[in-house]
């Protein structure tokens, strides 16, 4: 009995060890492409689709939701979005970006899909892996991000009007100082809807959308496909 538990033992440590040496091997050889213009096959895509959702799903089970129902909260998320998020997640009557079709997974169009609050608070904060999804937790309080969550429950039910108009009363995102330069070399001083860009051009084609500054980076992952979070400029 001892002997055949011995070597039922020995035959998985010999097949274990057989498969870690075939894995190095694959890839540390390169065979694999990991350009975004050559997609996963479907078992790979499936198992790291289920691999996201999984992660972010029992992640975000211990996020306390607060009152999201705050106008000024909301209105101030609409500002976030606007300067942060367009480019890769889209707005009311937006077809299409210069960054989106490159990235893959293909982000999620926030403007047609709500997020459970939860895990898009934990996505936007912690972000998700070999994804365009930045971790905007390392330079946003937690205030901030609750306000892009507030207004993503919101963005589904905007018509591309009520979206601009809510946009141009938002505050201004000082985070985008550093990034929108003027030709000068000094912060450019716009509201958020001129600071927007594509944001604001609503119902337009891809080619009338102005490119936006993008952070190096998913969709998605994730998250990926549609995974279910927001974000700012991502």
């Given at each position: 009995?001892?002997?055949?538990?011995?070597?039922?033992?020995?035959?998985?440590?010999?097949?274990?060890?057989?498969?870690?040496?075939?894995?190095?091997?694959?890839?540390?050889?390169?065979?694999?492409?990991?350009?975004?213009?050559?997609?996963?096959?479907?078992?790979?895509?499936?198992?790291?689709?289920?691999?996201?959702?999984?992660?972010?799903?029992?992640?975000?089970?211990?996020?306390?939701?607060?009152?999201?129902?705050?106008?000024?909260?909301?209105?101030?998320?609409?500002?976030?979005?606007?300067?942060?998020?367009?480019?890769?997640?889209?707005?009311?009557?937006?077809?299409?970006?210069?960054?989106?079709?490159?990235?893959?997974?293909?982000?999620?169009?926030?403007?047609?899909?709500?997020?459970?609050?939860?895990?898009?608070?934990?996505?936007?904060?912690?972000?998700?892996?070999?994804?365009?999804?930045?971790?905007?937790?390392?330079?946003?309080?937690?205030?901030?991000?609750?306000?892009?969550?507030?207004?993503?429950?919101?963005?589904?039910?905007?018509?591309?009007?009520?979206?601009?108009?809510?946009?141009?009363?938002?505050?201004?995102?000082?985070?985008?100082?550093?990034?929108?330069?003027?030709?000068?070399?000094?912060?450019?001083?716009?509201?958020?809807?001129?600071?927007?860009?594509?944001?604001?051009?609503?119902?337009?084609?891809?080619?009338d959308v102005p490119a936006m500054a993008m952070p190096a980076a998913p969709t998605s992952v994730a998250p990926p496909p549609a995974v279910k979070a927001s974000h700012r400029r991502h």
């Amino acid at each position: 009995m001892m002997q055949a538990i011995r070597r039922v033992v020995i035959t998985i440590v010999i097949l274990g060890a057989i498969g870690a040496v075939g894995i190095g091997a694959f890839v540390y050889s390169g065979i694999y492409n990991i350009g975004a213009d050559d997609h996963h096959t479907r078992p790979v895509f499936a198992l790291l689709q289920t691999l996201r959702e999984r992660s972010i799903t029992v992640r975000a089970r211990h996020v306390q939701v607060p009152d999201l129902e705050d106008p000024a909260l909301i209105l101030k998320g609409a500002g976030q979005y606007a300067a942060m998020c367009t480019q890769c997640h889209l707005t009311p009557g937006m077809k299409d970006s210069e960054i989106r079709p490159g990235l893959y997974p293909q982000p999620p169009n926030l403007a047609r899909l709500r997020v459970a609050p939860g895990e898009a608070f934990w996505v936007i904060k912690h972000g998700i892996k070999m994804s365009a999804m930045p971790a905007w937790g390392g330079s946003h309080d937690d205030a901030t991000i609750w306000s892009m969550v507030a207004f993503l429950q919101k963005l589904p039910d905007l018509s591309p009007k009520q979206y601009k108009d809510m946009v141009a009363k938002a505050p201004p995102d000082d985070d985008m100082d550093m990034s929108e330069m003027d030709r000068d070399g000094k912060a450019a001083d716009r509201p958020a809807e001129q600071r927007a860009g594509s944001a604001v051009d609503q119902g337009g084609d891809a080619g009338d959308v102005p490119a936006m500054a993008m952070p190096a980076a998913p969709t998605s992952v994730a998250p990926p496909p549609a995974v279910k979070a927001s974000h700012r400029r991502h």
